[in-house]
């Protein structure tokens, strides 16, 4: 749940970054709220140590084609992957088709590679919400989204 005075816990593992790579994955669709995720997640990566060469970011089309793009990435030696897209509610069911299939293909990622496969996906009802999520009011899910990636790998390397 989204509320306004949530601050991120500490990882509750140490662990040294210097040889991971995290990729990232950001739907184009709705980039002005997409972008902002992946800047979020960027900035955080970036305060926890990791350098330039070690974040790996690939845009695609919508949220629909993260989980692919994020196998690749896996394919390519990511200790992680960030999946990042956000999903607005319209007026047919194109929303529920595209929010489960793109959270069943993130979580099927992860779960077949063993690795952690961060579910980044923005699903809701109006573009205010959204903006509210990806650096607004409540904060911005693609840092929490890049907090989740590290508290794994941390928990995976213990």
């Not at 002005?32 to 350098?51: P, V």
């Amino acid at each position: 749940m989204a509320t306004a005075d949530f601050t991120l816990p500490p990882i509750p593992f140490s662990f040294i970054t210097e040889n991971l790579k995290v990729g990232i994955v950001v739907a184009n669709w709705n980039n002005h709220i997409t972008y902002k995720l992946r800047d979020g997640a960027t900035a955080f990566l970036k305060e926890q140590g990791f350098e330039d060469t070690q974040i790996i970011t690939h845009e695609v089309p919508g949220s629909f084609e993260l989980a692919l793009a994020g196998e690749w990435l896996f394919r390519k030696g990511c200790d992680a992957v960030i999946c990042l897209g956000c999903v607005i509610q319209g007026d047919t069911p194109h929303f529920d088709y595209v929010c489960s299939a793109t959270t069943n293909g993130i979580n099927q990622i992860g779960l077949e590679n063993k690795k952690p496969a961060i579910f980044g996906l923005l699903t809701t009802l109006t573009e205010q919400q959204a903006l509210d999520r990806s650096g607004g009011k409540l904060g911005n899910k693609g840092t929490e989204a890049a907090h989740t990636a590290l508290w794994m790998l941390a928990l995976k390397n213990q």
